[in-house]
């Protein structure tokens, strides 16, 4: 399927590594051009030496933009570089899992400046522009436990909630624009984070590798994890000229975790 967006221009928060890198890739392979971030030039450099490897004749599409996107400052830097983006893909690190008692006053703080208010601001910045030229994608990378909370991971579920609320406040004012509004809700993607959760399991259990990572799939129907290239392909979809009708959703990517009926 041709998306319909070729030339569009694409800002892709956190995409280094991981989900953000996933949806860079994907959008890059629909002909978007592509301002991938992180916090490190190095490993920035060497991803888009990756996705310019992998994507033919994408040499002149892919723009690095190393900031942090906690601060006023880095996504000042960020919104420079593309001040005018027809997409957004707001991605940042979820805080670690934890317990209540874990969870001081700064740990709350810190938990919605970069899943929460991070996003925001930076919806805020791109949205009026793209209602006035009536295109705009915002695709929110949040988490499964946006709807099946979990308690260790608490903060997670606070932060990104509150994005979800006002996203969905947002979303229904500005589909008339033909600017959309939506979340994907990934869980047990085969990323960086699974890799840290299994490690975690290995010490509190005494168990091997393999042994870690298959128990954490086999807490999903499908017995297995997620793939990057699916979670980039549903998020090029949502960005995708087809999706116009589609707005303040929930998308989960779970591998059927979810127990709910709606």
Known sequence: MDLGIAGRKALVCASSQGLGLACAQALLAEGCTVVINGRHAERLAATQAQLIAQVPGSQTRVQTVAADINTEAGRAELLA????????????????????????????????????????????????GM???????????TSAMVKTPHAAM???????????????????????????????LPERFD?????????????????????????????????????????????????????GFMTGQNLQLDGGAYAGLV
Do not use: Y
């Open 81 to 128: 570089a593309c001040p005018e983006p027809d997409i957004l893909v707001n991605n940042n690190a979820g805080p670690p899992p934890g317990t209540l008692d874990d969870w001081d006053h700064a740990a709350w703080i810190g938990a919605l400046e970069s899943n929460l208010i991070a996003g925001v601001l930076l919806i805020r910045a791109v949205l009026p």
């Open 131 to 141: 209602r006035a030229r009536r295109f705009g994608r915002i695709v929110n990378i």
């Open 154 to 184: 608490g903060l997670s579920t606070a932060a990104r909630a509150g994005l979800t609320a006002v996203s969905k406040a947002l979303a229904r004012e500005a589909i008339v624009d033909n600017v959309t509004i939506n979340n994907l």
């Open 191 to 243: 990323t960086a984070r699974q890799e840290f959760m299994a490690q975690r399991m290995m010490r509190e259990q005494g168990i091997d590798r393999d042994t870690a990572r298959q128990r954490i799939a086999d807490t999903l129907p499908a017995r297995r994890f997620g793939r990057r290239e699916e979670f980039g392909a549903a998020c090029a979809f949502l960005c995708g000229a087809q999706s």
